[in-house]
């Protein structure tokens, strides 16, 4: 899902667009940044990508979890993006922050492409079982799955810089199927992803 300049987003697996603001919740992001590095990730003094969790986590909590969306992110070199912000977000935090915001609660991954910042769910790589479940109902996948197409997902908007829900979901099927991505029907490749 993603939110965009005209304050549309698309939410849920079949749901009709919904209205919503497009800045970022300060109350989201907190100074808690994950040091953990994933195996094969060259040493940077400036990291390009950051990634960070929300409050209420512990700098343990936030490593270990990070390292789970951090794999599945270099499953489809997602940093090739450049500067982008890769944010987690605790699950009871999370539907009610979507409560509040007017979306709906069966969303696990938000993207602002102007910030360059995508959140997810904490659902999609640890914490509460009854909140797995119930992403597992609305989707039909298990969390590994959900992860997986949350972040082909959500590379689908911030790829192509696109907010359109059809072009994502397009991305991610070619990003599945590990071919290259191509962000419009006249465009050409505007970025390259290989396995």
Known sequence: MCLQSSSRAQSGPDSPSLRAKNEIP??????????????????????L????????????????????????????????????????????????????????PGIPALTFPGART???????????A??????????????????DLAIRHELGHALCNDVNERTAERVAKLLEERNSVTCGAMAGPKRGVRE
Do not use: I
């Open 118 to 128: 995508t959140f997810f769910e904490e659902a999609l790589v640890a914490g509460p």
């Open 26 to 47: 300060s109350s989201l992001v907190a100074p808690l940044t994950s040091l953990s590095r994933t195996g094969g990730e060259p040493n940077r003094s400036a990291p």
């Open 49 to 104: 990508q950051k990634f960070v969790c929300n409050k209420g986590y512990t700098q343990k909590e936030c490593d270990d979890e990070m390292v789970v969306l951090r794999k599945g992110l270099a499953n489809y070199r997602a940093s090739d993006l450049g500067g982008w912000t890769w944010v987690l977000v605790r699950s009871e935090d999370w539907k009610h922050l979507l409560l509040a915001r007017g979306l709906d």
């Open 130 to 147: 009854g909140r797995v479940s119930e992403l597992m109902g609305v989707w039909h996948l298990g969390r590994q799955s959900l992860l």
